[in-house]
């Protein structure tokens, strides 16, 4: 029997860009090929020379579809073979082998807001819900609309093999949030990317918009940011806190290159208030959520972790994101405190055991791969 595979990639629209995604019908036994689409109607091509080429480069099983079906996250290239210029996943291969011997991890933050006839989803026809207070991981009453569709999106991230760690209802009523991680930069961009494409998807059948918007409502409510913590085997080893300190002190000698680079709207949302650092100003502290950067408390306890760079917007793109970081922060350690040589593979932490179980939980599924 023949197999469907969604072909998702990322589109030319400015400022942000959007998801695209069709269909592929592929004869059973056959991995998918490299396919092409339109880019004159993505703003990835003139209409004259319109041809843009999909390269797949990682696959899992589909949740929507059949057991058999796959999703196919592709990055797009010119028909010469060379990366698209919107292609900035091209960059981060490069900058993640260079400092691979650093294993740097990520976690992602991801959150968003359901809307609904142009207003947060559930919030009344005309004015605002009560006041910011119970939403945060809140329970009961009519306090936490889009529940059900947040419910869906993680069993639907399970049976896709990705490495969904937990979700949260945020601040503002009708702001929720998932995180993805902790995996090393590309896989962790890849699996958002998915993450991301199966939240607008699932959405679709509510009836609802899921916006990856930095500030959708002005005024006092919450922001939607994508927190993005980050540590290297250096931070993480016994007598990792130096590591972190000096990685926090490099992000803070880089600030305009970082936030020109987290997210269409970051002035909006990083106004000093709602738990954010103003964007002009940098700073960081042990459980500071009013700075740009925090360190976990257990951090500070153990000596060794991660940092949380507080800034990225909900609509950053990963693929940039955390090739800024590893730049800043392995391009530092390099100069103060170089690793010579890869050290041996390890495998990645809690997760490799998460994702065998959602893959046993589906039956006959093709396990993720990634090229
Ligand atoms: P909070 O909302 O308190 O900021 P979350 O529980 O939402 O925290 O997210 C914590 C994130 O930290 C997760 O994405 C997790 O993967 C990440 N994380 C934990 N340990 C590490 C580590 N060593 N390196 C990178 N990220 C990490
Ligand atoms: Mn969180
Ligand atoms: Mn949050
Ligand atoms: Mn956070």
New binding site residues.
Partial sequence: MPYQAEYIWIDGTEPSPLMRSKTKIIADGKTPPIWGFDGSSTNQATGDNSDCVLSPVFTCPDPLRGPDDILVLCEVLTVDGKPHPTNTRAKLVSTARKYAKYEPFFGL?QEYTFIQNDRPYGWPENGYPAPQGPYYCGVGGDMMPGRDIVETHTAACLIAGLSIEGT?AEVMMAQW?F?IGALPPLEVADQLWVARWLLFRIAEDFGVYATLEPKPILGDWNGAGC?TNFSTNQMRADGGWKYIIQGAEALGRNVTEHIENYGVGIELRLTGHHETAHYTQFSYGVSDRGASVRIPWICNVEKKGYLEDRRPNANMDPYTVTRLMVNTICSDADKKSPIKSAAPKKAAPKKAAAKKTAAKKAPAKKAATRR
């Fill in positions: 933050e949260n949030e995180q927190h």
